[in-house]
């Protein structure tokens, strides 16, 4: 059985994050969709660590092989809990590189019985982030096709001005 972690914020989930989650899925007998609770980052998430999750449960709900769990912990214990051996990461322009490298060397470093593997992201989803989508639809503007529906609605219910 090969488990593997897919981690992150996921404030909110968008659709290249649900593109890398379904080819993960394909690879892995079982995927856990892990949604840090970080409280701290980008003054705090617009999302409760609830609703992320919820967002992504539904959007993966035709993938019989991933579950979502949130997790207030070193990444590394929650994968040796868990007792997966693998942490897949979207990996998208140059730019998530520099991060990416750090957190795997970081969590290579306090574990190295746990690889972290990385998913090129598609061109369509290359500049594609939870940002961009929270300031698009902070202006009014729509975020249809970049994130899930349910998710574009909610959005619109947080945010007021989004379609
Ligand atoms: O969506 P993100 O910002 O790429 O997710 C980052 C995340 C949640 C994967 C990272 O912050 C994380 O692993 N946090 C858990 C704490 C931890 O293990 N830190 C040490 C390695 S960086």
């Known amino acids: 059985m090969k488990r593997a972690l897919c981690p992150g ?24 969709v892990s949604v840090a609770k970080n409280p701290e980052k980008g003054g705090g998430p617009l999302f409760t660590l609830d609703e992320r ?17 949130p997790f207030d912990s070193l990444l590394v214990d929650l994968a040796r809990e868990l007792d997966a051996k693998v942490i897949i990461k979207g990996l ?9 490298f750090q957190m795997a060397q970081l969590n290579y470093g306090l574990d190295d019985t746990i690889e972290t593997m990385f998913i090129m992201s598609i061109p369509e989803y290359m500049y594609l982030s939870s940002s961009a989508v929270k300031e698009i639809a902070g202006f009014g503007g729509s975020v249809r096709g970049l994130v899930p529906d349910h998710v574009s609605e909610k959005l619109a219910e947080r945010l007021g001005r989004a379609r």
Do not use: K, M, W, Y
Not at 9 to 25: K, L
């Open 53 to 69: 999750c919820d967002f992504i449960r539904q959007a993966a709900s035709h993938l019989p092989n991933v579950t979502v769990r």
């Open 9 to 32: 914020t996921f404030d909110p989930v968008t659709n290249g994050h649900i593109d890398i989650i379904e080819r993960a899925s394909s690879i892995f007998d079982e995927l856990v």
């Open 92 to 100: 998208r322009a140059v730019t998530d590189f520099e991060r990416e």
